[in-house]
T-cell receptor, first 114, second 116 residues
Framework: EPEVTQTPSHQVTQMGQEVILRCVPISNHLYFYWYRQILGQKVEFLVS????????KSEIFDDQFSVERPDGSNFTLKIRSTKLEDSAMYFCASMRGENTGELFFGEGSRLTVL | AQTVTQSQPEMSVQEAETVTLSCTYD???????LFWYKQPPSRQMILVIRQEAYKQQNATENRFSVNFQKAAKSFSLKISDSQLGDAAMYFC?????????????FGKGTKLTVNP
């Protein structure tokens, strides 16, 4: 069964460093998402991406964050200058079509900022 | 803004018994989706069951069923004949059907333990 895959599974970085989290969505899906979960808190929406552009973003998704789909398969989340509070589990998700409703999630990338 | 509340941080059930996980939500919209996602330890979230708000009939998927009370804004998940593999975090989620918003709004989750 097709899956959303994410790399790395765990990354430790120093505050102020750039981090890129990678995701390979399911191949025939058209909508792509990043969510994050700070330990002990809710899963929060960061950004949605469709037709090679951001379709919606949350307040969390400030100028430090960017997403792109450079080669038609990978979907990346970049954090330009990490802060301690960026430590979280980051989940990528994809959806086949509008209003199908079902998101397929990856296993997550745990980011630890020291 | 929509909110989703799961009032039970942890629940436990004996194998083969039935358990109900609670979820309430707040919205001013009339059309929306509701979901229950399951996240086993160190695994990805997978969809357990979904409900479209315009459907009056409660969704069922094998041993999983929901009690959707639209007026009360309640969406509980019932797991019948619980199995050890049901042990996981369960997240209730809301998604708007209107207005072009695609984001899921999640509750904080309920950790379900299944005792042999």
């Amino acid at each position: 069964e097709p899956e959303v895959t994410q790399t790395p599974s765990h990354q430790v970085t120093q505050m102020g460093q750039e981090v890129i989290l990678r995701c390979v969505p399911i191949s025939n899906h058209l909508y792509f998402y990043w969510y994050r979960q700070i330990l002990g808190q809710k899963v929060e929406f960061l950004v949605s991406f469709y037709n090679n552009e951001i379709s919606e973003k949350s307040e969390i998704f400030d100028d430090q964050f960017s997403v792109e789909r450079p080669d038609g398969s990978n979907f990346t989340l970049k954090i330009r200058s990490t802060k301690l509070e960026d430590s979280a589990m980051y989940f990528c998700a994809s959806m086949r079509g509008e209003n199908t409703g079902e998101l397929f999630f990856g296993e997550g990338s745990r980011l630890t900022v020291l | 803004a929509q909110t989703v509340t799961q009032s039970q941080p942890e629940m436990s059930v004996q194998e083969a018994e039935t358990v109900t996980l609670s979820c309430t939500y707040d919205t001013s919209e009339s059309d929306y989706y509701l979901f229950w996602y399951k996240q086993p330890p160190s695994r990805q979230m997978i969809l357990v069951i979904r409900q479209e708000a315009y459907k009056q009939q409660n969704a069922t998927e094998n041993r999983f069923s929901v009690n959707f009370q639209k007026a009360a804004k309640s969406f509980s998940l019932k797991i019948s004949d619980s199995q050890l593999g049901d042990a996981a975090m369960y997240f209730c989620a809301y998604r708007s059907y209107e207005g072009g918003s695609e984001k899921l709004v999640f509750g904080k989750g309920t950790k379900l333990t299944v005792n042999p």
